[in-house]
């Protein structure tokens, strides 16, 4: 059985930096696809930011050149940093692992104040 787990969300001053981590326990097997999602109240759930094997990087508009996302295949995790924060950045943060399946983490709430 695999099981997710999120850390790293908080309450952060506009300008500020959170660091979030995802770490897959169990027979996960080859994770092929690693990704950061939110989702914010009123919202549709949105890709943030994603990493697949080869170390490719793709990130959503509103996050390039604030936010970074790394892997480490050896641990199965996978971490976003996220630099200067804003309001809108406020969201549940859900990690993603796809395989031969799909997980996703219970999510963790980041709020950023003005």
């Known amino acids: 059985q695999v099981h997710m787990v999120e850390s790293g969300g908080g309450l952060v001053q506009t300008g500020g930096s959170l660091r979030l981590s995802c770490a897959a326990s169990?027979?996960?097997?080859?994770?092929?696809?690693m990704g950061w999602y939110r989702q914010a109240p009123g919202k549709q759930r949105e890709l943030v930011a994603s990493?697949?094997?080869?170390?490719?990087?793709t990130y959503a508009g509103s996050a390039k050149g604030r936010f970074s996302i790394s892997r480490d295949n050896a641990k199965n995790t996978v971490d976003l940093q996220m630099n200067s924060l804003k309001p809108e950045d406020t969201a549940v943060y859900y990690c993603?692992?796809?395989?031969?399946?799909?997980?996703w983490g219970q999510g963790t709430q980041v709020t950023v104040s003005s």
């Open positions: 993603r692992m796809i395989t031969t399946w799909d997980y």
């Open positions: 169990g027979s996960i097997g080859v994770i092929n696809f």
């Open positions: 990493i697949n094997t080869s170390g490719t990087t």
